[in-house]
């Protein structure tokens, strides 16, 4: 082989020489040129090619871009043939770091890498390029997951994954995944006394599984590994998830996704079965509990297996729709983007009710935050209202503070998808839906027609039917509860918060409201209801329905907070001579303590109680104030809490009444569509 010119020598690379001519169905394909050195410069051809004709098979890779500085360089060889001359690229330093790991020695391989194949600054070519991204990747004869080089114990992780991936996989744990049996498999690693082969067999696992990985959680191998920039990525999210075979490659280190899947999962369930003490004895057991709770792939598996299974046509599989994504992999994650309309466009591939929306990459004026906040605008908006698929659920996640950049442009009701936005507290994603406060004649969203005065092509004002519920007249004096660590004195002092306000309501109000049906004795019911937002989160059936049972676990655990609080001036000896008076142990053993109940508290953490002026007692956002309106809007499951507004924009809106979203509710008393019965329905305009 003839020895190569410098790099600064060539030319820059000019893309018209593999000019897209059909830019809708073609796209860039990268051959890798081999080296038998791992110092000499990196070279490549690059040649277009046809979706769905191309002849040459090729890898498509997923990777992080860094800081995005163009800092290093490839060479790019004429086509076979041609008597082009040689030219250079500009790269990104992690770019180039993985396509030196990835080179052969003997041979090239093909290659389909975002940064080399897609023209960045051709934002129309870029734009029809990221709609192609979904059949890209699902065209791929393989994904390859760029981790970075080895470190920090990562070959070590590598071979664990690989080991118990395998072992996970000859005990058959993907069967078990795919026909969603994840219950089973709970039931047969609380089992203490298995009978049955499989139980012993699967629990074996898990023993194999914790000594496995305890040695290297105590080197705290895991959370470094979780920690790598890929895991913060959106676009990675899509490339992740839409080619059935997918690889993590972590230095010299190649393994399949679905093998550290089931070894992520065994690592997890044995966290919280027998082999427990396993973690314990090597004293990891607390580091472990913030390595699984931190786990960022739990979301991104879960949207792999459900798109995967959806391709491949198998009974039940749906796919997932936008919104559905977009609170999977965004809320509860700080995600990272470029641009903030990139948290759409990078997993639109992926959303089976995408051609429904009519949501297209724009690329242009990337440098304007009001582009990004008007495309997050028209996405919001088809999600809401998109007559096949609208669901309210993301109103949920239209919290502020928004980010600063955006703010100035978005409307109340759009969220931005970036920070660290709350999980709702009604779980939208149970199979199992516990409420339907707009009742079951009025389970469809009810889009509005604009009103003269307001431009329809305007994006910031949503028109949405449904109903009043009531103005909200006191709310807890204290500021919300925001830290869901444990302390009984801020348990103790939210449940006097609503204790306060429903005291207040029963002098105010001393008839029963009207939607309580007259039943005095279901409205008492809301003190023990409102602080956990009518849901109780159990060990063994996970969250259900506040059926009234669940009184008992709120007097334990208002009994432990009034021990716990009198125990707190006394001396240690003194301290551990009442917890053996009161059988604190005991209690535990035999479960007495309101554990379900502080736990179920826990996912109210962010609201605050308020009271309104007919005696409902319920949790609100933390910003809630003292002349808010809760409604239920049609087609939601829970109320909302709106703010009356003057309109800051320029539009004649007189007779028309104009409102800001503050955030969900509960709301005791109407969260089983008993509103519909009692109001009228009225017309909402959200800013």
């Not at 893309?15 to 000499?40: C, H």
């Not at 309109?647 to 409102?659: I, K, M, Q, W, Y």
């Given at each position: 082989?003839?020895?190569?010119?410098?790099?600064?020598?060539?030319?820059?690379?000019?893309?018209?020489?593999?000019?897209?001519?059909?830019?809708?169905?073609?796209?860039?394909?990268?051959?890798?040129?081999?080296?038998?050195?791992?110092?000499?410069?990196?070279?490549?051809?690059?040649?277009?090619?046809?979706?769905?004709?191309?002849?040459?098979?090729?890898?498509?890779?997923?990777?992080?871009?860094?800081?995005?500085?163009?800092?290093?360089?490839?060479?790019?060889?004429?086509?076979?043939?041609?008597?082009?001359?040689?030219?250079?690229?500009?790269?990104?330093?992690?770019l180039h770091t993985a396509?030196?790991?990835?080179?052969?020695?003997?041979?090239?391989?093909?290659?389909?890498?975002?940064?080399?194949?897609?023209?960045?600054?051709?934002?129309v070519e870029k734009g029809n390029q990221v709609e192609l991204m979904g059949r890209i990747y699902a065209g791929a004869e393989q994904?390859?997951?760029?981790?970075?080089?080895?470190?920090?114990?990562?070959?070590?992780?590598?071979?664990?994954?690989?080991?118990?991936?395998?072992?996970?996989?000859?005990?058959?744990?993907?069967?078990?995944y795919?026909?969603?049996?994840?219950?089973?498999?709970?039931?047969?690693?609380?089992?203490?006394?298995?009978?049955?082969?499989?139980?012993?067999?699967?629990?074996?696992?898990?023993?194999?599984?914790?000594?496995?990985?305890?040695?290297?959680?105590?080197?705290?191998?895991?959370?470094?590994?979780?920690?790598?920039?890929?895991?913060?990525?959106?676009?990675?999210?899509?490339?992740?998830?839409?080619?059935?075979?997918?690889?993590?490659?972590?230095?010299?280190?190649?393994?399949?996704?679905?093998?550290?899947?089931?070894?992520?999962?065994?690592?997890?369930?044995?966290?919280?079965?027998?082999?427990?003490?396993?973690?314990?004895?090597?004293?990891?057991?607390?580091?472990?509990?913030?390595?699984?709770f931190e786990d960022p792939t739990a979301s991104l598996f879960s949207c792999r297996q459900g798109r995967l299974r959806f391709d491949r046509g198998e009974p039940g599989a749906t796919g997932d729709q936008l919104h559905v994504l977009m609170?999977?992999?965004?809320?509860?994650?700080?995600?990272?983007?470029?641009?903030?309309?990139?948290?759409?466009?990078?997993?639109?591939?992926?959303?089976?009710?995408?051609?429904?929306?009519g949501l297209t990459p724009d690329y242009s004026e990337q440098d304007n935050p009001a582009v990004d906040a008007r495309i997050l605008t028209l996405a919001a908006r088809a999600m809401l209202t998109n007559p096949a698929t609208g669901n309210l659920t993301i109103l949920s996640y239209a919290q502020p503070p928004k980010t600063p950049v955006l703010a100035p442009h978005l409307p109340s009701w759009v969220p931005d998808w970036c920070g660290d936005l709350r999980p709702s507290f009604y779980k939208p994603h149970m199979i199992k839906h516990h409420f339907a406060a707009c009742g079951p004649a009025h389970l469809a969203v009810h889009p509005l027609p604009l009103p003269a005065g307001i431009a329809a092509a305007n994006p910031r004002v949503l028109g949405l039917g449904g109903f009043r519920v009531d103005t909200i007249s006191?709310?807890?004096?204290?500021?919300?509860?925001?830290?869901?660590?444990?302390?009984?004195?801020?348990?103790?002092?939210?449940?006097?918060?609503?204790?306060?306000?429903?005291?207040?309501?029963?002098?105010?109000?001393?008839?029963?409201?009207?939607?309580?049906?007259?039943?005095?004795?279901?409205?008492?019911?809301?003190?023990?209801?409102?602080?956990?937002?009518?849901?109780?989160?159990?060990?063994?059936?996970?969250?259900?329905?506040?059926?009234?049972?669940?009184?008992?676990?709120?007097?334990?655990?208002?009994?432990?907070?009034?021990?716990?609080?009198?125990?707190?001036?006394?001396?240690?000896d003194e301290r551990v001579r009442r917890f053996e008076a009161w059988d604190w142990e005991g209690k535990k053993e035999r479960e007495e303590l309101g554990a379900e109940y502080r736990d179920s508290m826990v996912c109210m953490v962010g609201k605050r109680p308020f009271l309104t002026s007919e005696g409902y007692l319920g949790m609100g956002p933390a910003g809630v104030e003292v002349g808010d309106v809760v409604v239920v809007f049609c087609g939601a499951s829970i109320p909302f809490v709106l703010r009356p507004t003057a309109s800051e924009l320029e539009l004649d809106v007189r007779n028309v009444e104009l409102f800001e979203l503050v955030g969900e509710a509960y709301c005791d008393g109407v969260m089983d569509g008993e509103v519909v019965d009692h109001q009228e329905l009225s017309e909402f305009y959200l800013l």
């Amino acid at each position: 082989m003839e020895k190569l010119q410098k790099t600064q020598d060539y030319d820059p690379f000019c893309y018209t020489a593999s000019k897209l001519s059909a830019a809708e169905t073609q796209f860039r394909l990268l051959e890798l040129l081999p080296s038998t050195a791992e110092q000499s410069e990196l070279s490549c051809r690059i040649l277009v090619s046809q979706l769905g004709q191309s002849s040459r098979k090729y890898k498509a890779l997923s990777y992080a871009w860094g800081n995005g500085r163009m800092s290093h360089s490839i060479t790019v060889l004429p086509a076979e043939g041609s008597e082009g001359k040689r030219t250079t690229l500009a790269i990104t330093e992690s770019l180039h770091t993985a396509l030196v790991h990835l080179r052969h020695t003997r041979q090239s391989i093909w290659l389909w890498v975002d940064q080399i194949c897609i023209h960045q600054k051709d934002h129309v070519e870029k734009g029809n390029q990221v709609e192609l991204m979904g059949r890209i990747y699902a065209g791929a004869e393989q994904v390859l997951v760029w981790l970075g080089p080895a470190a920090d114990g990562s070959d070590a992780l590598m071979e664990v994954f690989l080991t118990v991936g395998r072992a996970a996989r000859a005990f058959g744990l993907e069967s078990y995944y795919a026909k969603r049996q994840e219950p089973l498999l709970w039931r047969m690693t609380k089992d203490t006394k298995p009978t049955d082969p499989k139980t012993i067999e699967y629990q074996a696992l898990l023993r194999i599984g914790a000594e496995t990985f305890a040695p290297l959680v105590k080197k705290d191998i895991p959370r470094h590994w979780f920690a790598r920039p890929w895991f913060t990525r959106a676009w990675t999210i899509q490339e992740f998830c839409l080619c059935a075979d997918t690889a993590f490659v972590c230095g010299a280190k190649t393994v399949q996704a679905e093998l550290v899947e089931m070894a992520i999962g065994i690592l997890r369930i044995s966290f919280l079965g027998p082999s427990i003490g396993i973690y314990s004895s090597a004293g990891v057991y607390s580091e472990l509990w913030d390595i699984i709770f931190e786990d960022p792939t739990a979301s991104l598996f879960s949207c792999r297996q459900g798109r995967l299974r959806f391709d491949r046509g198998e009974p039940g599989a749906t796919g997932d729709q936008l919104h559905v994504l977009m609170r999977e992999l965004y809320v509860g994650h700080n995600t990272q983007a470029w641009l903030h309309r990139d948290r759409i466009f990078s997993v639109l591939s992926l959303a089976v009710d995408a051609p429904l929306l009519g949501l297209t990459p724009d690329y242009s004026e990337q440098d304007n935050p009001a582009v990004d906040a008007r495309i997050l605008t028209l996405a919001a908006r088809a999600m809401l209202t998109n007559p096949a698929t609208g669901n309210l659920t993301i109103l949920s996640y239209a919290q502020p503070p928004k980010t600063p950049v955006l703010a100035p442009h978005l409307p109340s009701w759009v969220p931005d998808w970036c920070g660290d936005l709350r999980p709702s507290f009604y779980k939208p994603h149970m199979i199992k839906h516990h409420f339907a406060a707009c009742g079951p004649a009025h389970l469809a969203v009810h889009p509005l027609p604009l009103p003269a005065g307001i431009a329809a092509a305007n994006p910031r004002v949503l028109g949405l039917g449904g109903f009043r519920v009531d103005t909200i007249s006191a709310v807890a004096a204290d500021q919300a509860w925001t830290d869901m660590s444990w302390d009984a004195g801020r348990f103790r002092g939210v449940l006097e918060q609503v204790d306060g306000l429903f005291e207040r309501g029963m002098v105010e109000h001393a008839g029963v409201p009207v939607m309580y049906g007259g039943d005095g004795d279901r409205r008492a019911e809301a003190r023990w209801r409102v602080p956990i937002g009518g849901l109780f989160l159990t060990r063994a059936e996970g969250v259900q329905r506040a059926v009234g049972g669940e009184v008992v676990a709120y007097r334990r655990f208002v009994e432990v907070l009034r021990f716990i609080g009198e125990c707190e001036n006394a001396g240690a000896d003194e301290r551990v001579r009442r917890f053996e008076a009161w059988d604190w142990e005991g209690k535990k053993e035999r479960e007495e303590l309101g554990a379900e109940y502080r736990d179920s508290m826990v996912c109210m953490v962010g609201k605050r109680p308020f009271l309104t002026s007919e005696g409902y007692l319920g949790m609100g956002p933390a910003g809630v104030e003292v002349g808010d309106v809760v409604v239920v809007f049609c087609g939601a499951s829970i109320p909302f809490v709106l703010r009356p507004t003057a309109s800051e924009l320029e539009l004649d809106v007189r007779n028309v009444e104009l409102f800001e979203l503050v955030g969900e509710a509960y709301c005791d008393g109407v969260m089983d569509g008993e509103v519909v019965d009692h109001q009228e329905l009225s017309e909402f305009y959200l800013l």
